[in-house]
């Protein structure tokens, strides 16, 4: 089997896994977020690495919109289509084209609430969703609408699933947590229940930059067919079994972003490496809890993915 097939295999609840997948994400430099650059970036990663899925970064973030100040700005939200993703779109084409048929081609999505923080800053659209959500609404639905436009013409080009990344749970976000379930989750749920209906495998990444989570009970239900979680959830920290139970699916991660994996030798990461896998479910996808810093030395990655590929359960 190619590493598509055996990626793939992990959502097959018939056949016990004989193959640990991993992979490891990381931010590429700014001369190579466009074109053939951006395409061979990624290619010489995912083929030096030997990591399972191409990823594609999205480094296209929604401009900075000074006009919005107040909640009622938020109406003056624009659409982005093809114009604005066409740099994007670019490097997806040549990505499905050049890795297809050996692995799964992964988009990149940033959420509503994500989008809409950097339109106006993450302080600025907290502030405003305290205040006066029912006028952010209008700008979250154009948003949303701009991010299923670009999900479909992501299809369209062939790959094969999304990286869909969430925030607004955070623990320290909002008190009220009617504001995340009237104001974040519809618009969460739009887009990723439109890429579980079109495509073969997503991953629903719960991402912890901002801040950690005191609970992931109003998430458990968003779509995904792998989840890449922290394993901290308020004062407990949880086994990556324990996640993989949690989120009834398959559990990616077992590595902090920040650990071992950058500054250790190549002997320690191999060692963190298998006492994660000797206690990691059955069906589970080495990884870190978010993007690794992009100046790492990747052979540490090689060497985590490696020893994934080579450990065999007894």
């Known amino acids: 089997m190619n590493k598509r097939e055996k990626v793939l295999g992990l959502l097959d609840p018939t056949q016990p896994p004989d193959y640990v997948p991993a992979a490891f994400f990381l931010h590429f430099p700014q001369e190579c977020h466009r074109g053939q650059a951006a395409i061979d970036a990624h290619l010489e990663y995912f083929r030096y690495t030997g990591m399972d899925v191409c990823k594609i970064q999205y480094e296209f973030a929604f401009p900075r919109l000074a006009e919005i100040q107040s909640p009622g700005d938020w109406a003056q939200m624009p659409a982005y ?8 779109l670019e490097v997806v084409a040549g990505l499905v084209q050049a890795v297809q048929g050996e692995a799964l081609v992964l988009q990149t999505l940033y959420s509503p609430f994500m989008s809409a923080g950097h339109t106006a800053g993450s302080d600025l659209l907290d502030e405003h969703l305290k205040t006066a959500p029912e006028k952010v609404a209008p700008g979250l639905e154009t948003i949303t609408e ?13 790959v094969d699933g999304f990286y869909a990344s969430t925030q607004g749970g955070e623990g320290f976000r909002f008190q009220d947590p009617s504001i995340f379930a ?5 618009y969460d749920l739009a887009v990723m229940n439109e ?11 719960v991402c912890d930059y901002n801040g950690p989570y005191d609970d992931f009970v109003p998430i458990l239900d968003y779509p995904g067919h792998v989840v890449n979680s922290p394993l901290k959830v308020g004062e407990r920290t949880m086994t990556a079994a324990e996640a993989s139970t949690l989120w009834g699916r398959p559990y990616m991660g077992g590595l902090d972003r920040h650990g071992v994996l950058v500054d250790g030798t190549q002997e320690q990461i191999r060692a963190e490496v298998l006492d994660v896998l000797r206690d990691a479910p059955e069906r589970f996808f ?12 990747r052979d540490h990655l090689r060497t985590a993915i490696q020893t994934a590929h080579d450990y065999r359960r007894k």
């Open 182 to 186: 009237t104001y974040v989750k519809p």
């Open 195 to 205: 890429i579980d209906a079109k495509s073969a495998f997503n991953i629903l990444h």
């Open 286 to 297: 080495l990884g870190a809890d978010c993007t690794v810093p992009g100046d790492m030395n």
């Open 146 to 158: 701009s991010i299923l436009w670009f999900v479909r013409a992501c299809v369209e080009l062939g």
């Open 81 to 88: 289509r093809r114009e604005f993703f066409q740099d994007q």
